[in-house]
Nanobody
Framework: QVQLVESGGGLVQAGGSLKLSCAAS????????MGWYRQAPGKQRELVAD???????NYADSVKGRFTISRDNAKNTVYLQMISLKPEDTAVYYC???????????????WGQGTQVTVSS
């Protein structure tokens, strides 16, 4: 069974930094896209950033220049470095990955349990 386990959330003052990590484990043949989403209270879940297995990155406009996504394919891990954090970045951050369990399998989307990021003003 595949699992995504996130870490690195917490409370930080505006202007501060945090780094999130998400490690995938279990039966994994390959991982296509890995990404981070967030959901603030009363709002829909939104894409923050994602990265392909080849390293192509995509960011939401609201985080460009402040957040950096990266991944370590050998460790099946994706990271989100966040700097210059703002109160509006406060949300639960979810890791997402499109995972192939066998060489002949189609990708299946998995989600992490979420990690809280709170930015105080």
């Amino acid at each position: 069974q595949v699992q995504l386990v996130e870490s690195g959330g917490g409370l930080v003052q505006a202007g501060g930094s945090l780094k999130l990590s998400c490690a995938a484990s279990g039966r994994i043949f390959g991982i296509n896209v890995m990404g981070w989403y967030r959901q603030a209270p009363g709002k829909q879940r939104e894409l923050v950033a994602d990265i392909t297995s080849g390293g192509n990155k995509n960011y939401a406009d609201s985080v460009k220049g402040r957040f950096t996504i990266s991944r370590d394919n050998a460790k099946n891990t994706v990271y989100l470095q966040m700097i210059s954090l703002k109160p509006e970045d406060t949300a639960v951050y979810y890791c997402n990955a499109d995972i192939r369990e066998r060489y002949y399998s189609r990708g299946i989307t998995y989600w992490g349990q979420g990690t809280q990021v709170t930015v105080s003003s």
